[in-house]
């Protein structure tokens, strides 16, 4: 009796709290769809792969001249033939090409993209681990496929980036990427290199306030490290080896001598990162000495010490072009002028950024470069080609010729000038939409209402 008495006492209290409930599950559900509409608006259209037939493009083959009024057949992923009136009998889709460019896509030899979201948020960056013996740390691993630069990226006709990994002596393990996949695995592109930080005699910036003689205890200290690793690593060979050959394995734990032991027989390429003309000469006579298979990265006073750059005949991968001079008694335009002073030593040379957000200048560093020395052509090569070789994987990449891969882009225009307009864009064969972010967001209020007139 007394249940039913406080069942019946609590039932108009009870019918009132379904009201609110359901009326907060509808405002809910209301605001939910509001949002998903509001993301839906902002999403970027998904790539498509299918044959594709480029008709009668000025083409920019990068090894083998420009061909006018050329068709481009994509099959597969693969450009699969390159010539006037192509009529493959396969199922395609045809893009007229008439008074448009097509080029290879464009590779950065260094950056952060995918790794970094917010530079000031620690959280979304994913660069730089604690450590500074930790070559066995991967880069592709930290990679985010759906990082909102990589969109921002693609729509200047970037298809490929270096994202490599910072930190200590040996922060970890770089890799060439293609920017579209689903998985950061999709979007390898069959290069990683360990990165060393070699040893530095100079100031990092000028916050940095060490004295002269602190600076060269450190990097003696450095330097002491460097080849006491290199010498353990020795070791570690002859243990590896000959436990090959008796057909047994190595117990212990050690994933930074089996990380840097592939390097150490000249089966992995070593990416040696430094600026100062005495660094680099000191790289130079490190690499002579173990044998390795080396690329120079960054080599901003390259300028200074090109002939022996050349003559060691080691690569170089340089840049960013747009910034300012490492002395205050260079030229203004040192760093505009790096490339083409390497080039004409002969050093073969390609370009980097440096950068995550700002991947997507890679043309217009190109571009400086050109105008100050390098030429058009040249400038072309250090985006392309030139860094498909170094990497090894210009059977592959770097140039538009049969069976190699399908990452492309046609332009209206010099991509060099920022007027010009990307049409469309190949990656691996994908045809993706010239979307990004910042596309969306122009588009949006570029057509928005004007208000409400008082």
């Known amino acids: 009796m007394i249940c039913e008495v406080v069942q ?77 009136s192509l009529s493959p009998s396969d199922h395609l ?92 695995q999709q979007m390898a592109s069959g290069f990683e290199g360990i990165v060393l930080n070699f040893p530095s005699s100079s100031h990092f910036g ?96 390259g300028y200074r010490i090109a002939d022996s750059i050349a003559q060691a005949n080691v690569p170089v991968i340089t840049g960013p072009v747009q910034s300012v001079p490492g002395r205050g008694a260079a030229r203004y335009d040192v760093a505009y002028r790096n490339a083409s002073i390497l080039h004409n030593a002969g050093v073969k040379v390609a370009l980097r950024t440096n950068d995550s957000e700002n991947v997507r200048n890679l043309p217009f560093h190109a571009g400086f470069a050109a105008t100050y020395g390098l030429g058009v052509e040249e400038a072309l090569k250090t985006l392309t080609i030139n860094l498909a070789e170094m990497l090894g994987i210009a059977d592959r990449y770097g140039s538009i010729e049969q069976g190699k891969v399908a990452n492309l882009f046609v332009s209206d225009g010099d991509p060099f000038e920022m007027k010009t307009r990307i049409k469309h864009l190949f990656i691996n064969g994908w045809n993706i939409p010239i979307e990004s972010r910042h596309t969306l967001l122009y588009n949006e209020f570029l057509e928005r209402s004007p208000g409400l007139k008082k």
């Open 8 to 84: 019946d006492a609590l039932l108009p209290l009870q019918t009132t709290i379904n009201k609110k409930m359901k009326y907060r599950y509808t405002l809910l559900i209301a605001l939910m769809s509001l949002c998903l509409t509001a993301l839906d608006s902002q999403q970027i259209q998904k790539a498509s792969k299918t044959n594709v037939l480029l008709t009668n493009a000025t083409v920019h083959t990068i090894t083998n001249g420009v061909m006018e009024g050329t068709d481009v057949f994509i099959k597969d992923g693969i450009i699969a033939d390159i010539g006037k």
């Open 93 to 184: 889709h045809k893009i007229d090409c008439s008074a448009l460019h097509i080029y290879p896509g464009f590779m950065d030899g260094g950056t952060q993209l995918g790794m970094s979201e917010v530079g000031a948020v620690s959280l979304t960056n994913d660069y730089n681990e604690i450590g500074d013996m930790i070559p066995h740390m991967k880069a592709l691993t930290a990679v985010n496929p759906n990082a909102v630069a990589i969109p921002v990226t693609r729509v200047n006709g970037v298809t490929n980036a270096m994202v490599v990994p910072s930190g200590g002596l040996f922060p970890g393990t770089a890799a060439f990427i293609n920017l579209h996949g689903y998985t950061p």
């Open 206 to 301: 000028r916050w940095d306030r060490r004295s002269e003689e602190d600076i060269k205890k450190e990097q003696k200290k450095a330097m002491k490290k460097l080849n006491d690793i290199w010498s353990e690593l020795a070791l570690y060979h002859k243990i590896d080896s000959s436990a090959q050959r008796s057909g047994t394995t190595i117990k212990s734990y050690e994933p930074e001598m089996k990380a840097l032991l592939p390097a150490y027989r000249g089966e992995m390429t070593i990416l040696i990162h430094t600026n100062k003309d005495k660094d680099i000469l000191s790289a130079l006579q490190w690499i002579k000495k173990t044998g390795v298979k080396a690329i120079l990265v960054g080599v901003s006073e």
